[in-house]
């Protein structure tokens, strides 16, 4: 299988380019391409993961369709043989892991939901009791399953990190009641992909959502409940009070971890079972949520 990395497709003007996907203007539609391009602390590896793209991208798709009685998403077309006639040299590039989507105007808030406590969310809670403007419970430990899911959602920065924020906050910018609506569909959405998870033998501690507008309609747009926009642990490993193993990146972290890489400058490449691994890994993930033997 062809392993994609950058992506270029002439005529067609590229909106984005992110630490994973390509997007590319299709007149009032995009086009977005997942590569196989991994990430960990925030940079892009030099090496890229067989599969990946694919499999983050046909996950995205299982959940647009599995939620979309919660809300309507931005997917159009997923199969690269309805994809426009003039798209059919670039096949090999794009099979599997492209979708064409609705272009909408992308509401600037990141709609976080958490199920567990860990990351920032532990982190803020160990100072104050808190996330945000949310009481919790005291004695939570590290990775502890919350009494309920919460929404903390965070602005989108055009660059750099987002920034937490509390719903009393991004109410006043943005208007109670699109905050209310906003934080109902993203844990109805994480509550109904969650339950379905588990039986599956994954947690989603947390994930995130982002919405847009079309028609003055709101509708679920971006990726949904992937390994990269969400915490994936595999729950027959799953003990609170420590670290949880990723599903995806462990070997890659750890890796990484055991190097003396500075966290600066560009990262080492990975050896080759690590890709090797991590591809697995991926192939588990989609092979659990999709309930299908992976094939390409
Ligand atoms: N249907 C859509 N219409 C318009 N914009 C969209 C749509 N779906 C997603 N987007 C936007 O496209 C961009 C996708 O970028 P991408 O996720 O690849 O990079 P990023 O979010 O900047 O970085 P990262 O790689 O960390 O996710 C996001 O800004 C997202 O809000
Ligand atoms: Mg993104």
Not at 172 to 193: D, R, T, V
Not at 203 to 231: C, M, Y
Request: glycine share 6%.
């Amino acid at each position: 299988m062809k392993l994609v990395g950058d992506v270029e497709i002439e005529n067609l003007e590229k909106l984005r380019s992110g630490k994973v996907r390509e997007m590319f203007s299709l007149d009032d539609r995009i086009l977005i391409v997942t590569t196989d391009r991994i990430s960990a602390f925030d940079f892009i590896l030099p090496s890229l993961i067989p599969l990946k793209g694919i499999i983050l991208n046909k996950i995205s798709v299982f959940w647009f369709n599995y939620l979309k009685d919660v809300i309507d998403n931005h997917l159009i077309e997923s199969d690269v043989g309805r994809f426009p006639k003039f798209l059919k040299r670039y096949k090999d590039t794009l099979s599997g892991r492209s979708i064409i989507v609705k272009k909408v105007k992308i509401y600037p808030i990141e709609c976080v939901v958490r199920g567990y406590i860990t990351g920032s969310g532990l982190e803020e809670y160990k100072k104050t009791g808190m996330i945000g403007d949310l009481k919790l419970p005291r004695n939570l430990s590290k990775c502890d399953r919350l009494p309920e899911a919460i929404f903390t959602p965070t602005t989108k920065e055009v660059s750099g990190h987002d920034v937490a924020i509390t719903i009393n906050k991004a109410k006043k910018i943005f208007g109670a009641e699109m905050i209310e609506f906003l934080k109902k569909k993203s844990i109805e959405l994480y509550m109904k992909a969650s339950e379905y998870a588990i039986r599956q033998g994954i947690i989603i501690a947390d994930t995130k959502f982002e919405f847009g507008i079309t028609d003055d309609k709101i509708i679920l747009a971006d990726e949904a409940l992937t390994p990269d926009s969400s915490r994936f642990w595999p729950l027959d490993e799953y003990v609170p009070g420590r670290e949880q193993k990723s599903f995806d990146k462990q070997y890659v972290r750890d890796y990484l971890l055991s190097t003396n890489w500075d966290r600066r400058s560009t990262p080492p490449e990975l050896p080759h079972d690590v890709v090797e691994k991590t591809s697995e890994r991926y192939i588990a993930a989609y092979e659990k949520i999709v309930v299908e033997k992976f094939k390409v």
